[in-house]
DNA sequence: GATTATGTTGACTAACATACTCAGGTATCG
DNA sequence: CGATACCTGAGTATGTTAGTCAACATAATC
């Protein structure tokens, strides 16, 4: 059940960014802040720039900051981008369902739906505001 | 979030042994319940066999059967032996913990920590028993 | 307008994990 | 004995992860 260092990256990033109240951060700053190598934080960020949760400034005194309020950054919208469905399995995905073979009679599904459930109310609820305010 | 076929296929086996009430059944007889290709159900049976879920007998007449009553098997037990720690990052596993460089300040913690009880208290209050009587 | 600080793009790679297969070996029953 | 099972260890194809790297584009400043 790992989340990947990817979006655990995008997170410390996006939090980084929240802190700065619509100041630009330069990739090396954020860097610096998240520990996530240079090259590698230039990848994620330019994906959340395409997702929409991010905005750019090239040139000199360029930079990253947040394109939308915390409080409209849904951390479950964000895992989901960049690691695929909540769902533990495709059968119970609402996002991405896929099916299975023993469906019909499966033991396992309802089981399943009970995680996913649970999983997913807890991202969907939560927003990038709510982390940087602590309050869950 | 996924699970690993494996893990499936290990609950898959469980159940189908958990519905033959303490008859052995060989591997072909699970394989063809449960849909997952003999040489591998192999492997994953051995190693719940190791793990103590499962007991075999050799030769003629042989096969598996369940080693414990299904309301002694807890599937946060199994998922955890077969595919790790339940917890979304190692700085928030109880079972197996691991530090991250952020720790003192970080901001996400808490969230895993809350994403690691959901998801642990959903995996360790139900039983292989819960899911064969489809009582969740 | 040259310099320099920044983001942008795309390809590339090493290491690991997943989902299997396969060729034998060994115990047990009849 | 010989058939029927489980047991053991190795091997392999494919994909994913976690990055790196070189070259480019744009914007501000001197
Ligand atoms: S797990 Fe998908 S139907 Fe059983
Ligand atoms: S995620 Fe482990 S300390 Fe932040």
Redesign the interface.
């Known amino acids: 059940?790992?989340?990947s260092s990817r979006g655990?990256y995008a997170?410390?990033a996006l939090?980084a960014l929240g802190l700065q109240e619509g100041n630009v951060s330069t990739i090396a700053d954020i860097s610096g802040q998240?520990?996530v190598p240079v090259a590698y934080l230039e990848q994620i960020l330019l994906q959340l720039k395409m997702l929409g949760y991010l905005k750019s400034k090239r040139g000199k005194n360029g930079g990253y900051m947040l394109a939308k309020a915390p409080d409209q950054i849904v951390?479950g919208d964000v895992i989901r981008s960049l690691?695929?469905?909540?769902?533990?399995?495709g059968c119970v995905s609402i996002t991405s369902y896929e099916a299975c073979?023993?469906e019909g009679t499966c033991?396992?599904k309802?089981?399943?739906a009970?995680?996913r459930d649970?999983?997913a109310q807890?991202?969907d609820q939560?927003t990038l505001a709510h982390?940087?305010e602590?309050k869950?």
């Open positions: 059940m790992k989340v655990e997170l410390r939090i998240t520990l951390i690691e695929g469905p909540l769902a533990p399995m073979p023993l033991l396992l309802p089981f399943w009970l995680i649970s999983i807890l991202l939560t982390l940087i602590r869950l």
